[in-house]
């Protein structure tokens, strides 16, 4: 497995919750990681990113509310979910964007995590 992704959980309107995605260093060290969601019948469409530099993109609904950060020493991406609402509910997943410039060439690799569910009550 190489994204381990956890903390979805039920919550009513209002809530919190904490995602974490852990992954391998290798992973870790050469990716964009993201958080997508997608509800049944629904596409997958990003929530939040975070390059290796740090720098964060958010989707509309994620600004303000949700906020994605990395820590490298422990090789994992964690999304806070604050201020939580109904329209929130869907499972989540974790995306690394790998990129390995290497001498050689580049390799280039997209992976998932195995989604966790995030359902809110109104």
């Known amino acids: 497995v190489q994204l381990q992704a956890s903390g979805g959980g039920s919550v009513q309107r209002g809530g919190s919750l904490r995602l974490s995605c852990g992954a391998s260093?290798?992973?870790?060290?050469?990716?964009?990681m993201g958080w997508y969601r997608q509800v049944p019948g629904g596409q997958r469409e990003v929530v939040a990113s975070?390059?290796?530099?740090?720098?964060?993109k958010y989707a509309d609904s994620a600004k303000g509310r949700f906020t994605i950060s990395r820590d490298s020493a422990k090789n994992t991406v964690y999304l806070q979910m604050n201020s939580l609402r109904p329209e929130d509910t869907a499972v989540y997943y974790c995306?690394?964007?790998?990129?390995?410039?290497?001498?050689?060439?580049?390799?280039?690799?997209?992976?998932w995590g195995k989604g966790t569910l995030v359902t809110v009550s109104s």
């Open positions: 975070v390059t290796r530099g740090g720098a964060t």
């Open positions: 995306n690394a964007d790998y990129l390995w410039i290497r001498d050689s060439g580049p390799i280039a690799a997209k992976y």
């Open positions: 260093e290798n992973i870790f060290s050469h990716s964009e």
